[in-house]
């Protein structure tokens, strides 16, 4: 049996990050899930470790690695998702705060544990969450879908400057997914859900088992060539 890794989550006490959280544990690794709030309570079911951490904080995230020890699969799931507008309307205090959460959080931590990882010499991954949103616009969303192409962007930064170290960056690109969350907001067979699985060829939104799944496979040394790249599961909404 190969050794257990440490894996740590942000966002984790969310709906996607917590089946994350689960996948890896399922897979024998150790858990730790990072978030603003509920973070202990999501880490129970998987036997993990929950902490509370905000990341676009770095003098947080470096007392948190602190705590944590070392890291060797992050998975950088948190994200602002809530704020929406379209171009004509959105106030441009509302973008920074998406590209605070989304792009420089998720720039701090991908720098902060990668130096940590290079200071060890030991190899590492990072899998980032991304979007398809950030290749397929979609009006009114388009904040939150500039700050996931420059997540694709900063994974492509980080995969060629760390492949020297055998740090690996890869992301997963969802489509909308099933989360309850998503429910809440548009409960199937609404107008809303209805317009958004119409969209995708596969008829479903993606359950968060589907996205859980794409992260700990390119976690995984099955992925040990892949590098730099962004795989949609998105059930093909990305070829309409």
Do not use: C
Not at 103 to 117: I, P, Y
Not at 143 to 170: C, F, M, P, Q
Not at 192 to 208: F, L, N, Q, S, T
Request: proline share 7%; net charge negative; charged share 15%.
């Amino acid at each position: 049996m190969p050794a257990a890794r440490t894996v740590l989550i942000t966002g984790g006490a969310g709906g996607i990050g917590a089946a994350i959280g689960a996948a890896f544990a399922q897979a024998g690794d150790s858990v730790v899930l990072a978030d603003l709030d509920g973070a202990e309570e999501a880490a129970k079911p998987v036997g993990g470790r929950g902490i509370r951490l905000d990341i676009t904080d770095e003098t947080a995230i470096s007392a948190a690695l602190d705590e944590v020890g070392p890291v060797d699969v992050l998975v950088n799931n948190a994200g602002l998702l809530s704020v929406h507008g379209r171009l004509l309307d959105l106030p441009g205090a509302d973008l920074l705060r998406i590209l605070s959460t989304n792009v420089h959080g998720t720039f701090l931590m991908t720098q902060l544990v990668a130096r940590r990882m290079v200071h060890r010499g030991e190899p590492g991954v990072v899998v980032n969450l991304s979007s398809i949103g950030g290749r397929q616009p979609t009006p009114g969303m388009g904040g939150y879908e500039s700050s996931k192409a420059a997540v694709d962007a900063l994974t492509r930064w980080a995969a060629i400057e760390l492949a020297e170290h055998k740090i690996r960056v890869n992301a997963v690109a969802p489509g909308p997914v099933a989360t309850p969350m998503l429910a809440a907001a548009m409960p199937p067979g609404s107008p809303a859900h209805d317009a958004w699985v119409a969209r995708i060829p596969d008829g479903r939104m993606a359950a968060v088992e589907d996205v859980a799944a794409a992260v700990v496979f390119l976690a995984s040394p099955a992925a040990a060539h892949i590098t730099g790249t962004s795989l949609p599961v998105d059930g093909g909404q990305l070829l309409t």
